[in-house]
């Protein structure tokens, strides 16, 4: 069974600073996704990746399959960017996802 | 184009008492997932469907049932609510198997008081 585990659990940062999250599996996947939620709000799909990297505006994701490790960097962070970032794994063939506990990520001006 | 819908967004219900969550795709996504959100815990699946008519059970099942009558809706029921229920329901869809994009609803937020 695949377990997901981010770190750290709670970020806090100033306006401007580079952030990381970090999210590591104990199976083998063929990708991973990077969730977020903002407070009392719904999930958005930010990236789904299998190898290498993906960028999107201010936000990139990298993932390494065979260290089982994926990060999410937010750079020139700001604070719309003040989130819960969720990353997440294949459960199997049934196509459903394993969550990570989450990174709450606060961006202070 | 809407995604993924959910009805209600929020509820309060007494012990004991009946509801349905609905959820409604317009992307005609084969795959469609009930799960819940807990405060310090990863979503938990609770139920899924890879069809029209089909239906499975998740990692939580206990105390829920679905329908997929029609391929764009799939419904949660809670037939006797407990407090152990109240929680934050997303649905999920996806075209397919392990590596698609998921899309989400806003979320149900329910209290079983």
């Known amino acids: 069974k695949n377990e997901v585990e981010q770190s750290p659990q709670n970020l806090t940062a100033q306006e401007g600073e580079f952030i990381t999250i970090n999210c590591s599996y104990s199976v083998g996947i063929s990708a991973l996704h990077w969730l977020q939620q903002h407070p009392g709000g719904g999930i958005v799909s930010l990236f789904m990746?299998?190898?290498g990297k993906k960028k999107h505006g201010r936000l990139i994701a990298t993932i390494n399959i065979q260290e089982k490790h994926s990060s999410l960097h937010i750079t020139a962070s700001h604070p719309r960017d003040s989130a819960v970032y969720i990353c997440a794994g294949p459960g199997g063939s049934q196509g459903n996802l394993i969550f990570g506990k989450g990174t709450k990520l606060s961006v202070k001006p | 184009n809407a995604g993924v819908t959910q009805t209600p967004k929020f509820r309060v219900l007494k012990t004991g008492q009946s509801m349905t969550l609905l959820c409604a795709q317009d992307?005609?996504?084969?795959?469609m997932y009930w799960y819940r959100q807990d405060p310090g815990m990863g979503l938990r699946l609770i139920h899924y469907?890879?069809?029209?008519?089909?239906?499975a059970k998740g990692e939580v099942p206990d105390g829920y049932n679905v329908s997929r009558l029609k391929k764009q809706n799939f419904l949660l029921g809670l037939e006797s609510a407990a407090p152990s229920q109240t929680s934050v329901y997303f649905c999920a869809s996806k075209l397919g198997g392990p590596n698609t994009e998921a899309f989400f609803g806003q979320g149900t937020r329910l209290t079983v008081v």
């Open positions: 992307m005609n996504h084969e795959y």
């Open positions: 469907s890879v069809g029209e008519g089909t239906t």
């Open positions: 990746l299998s190898s």
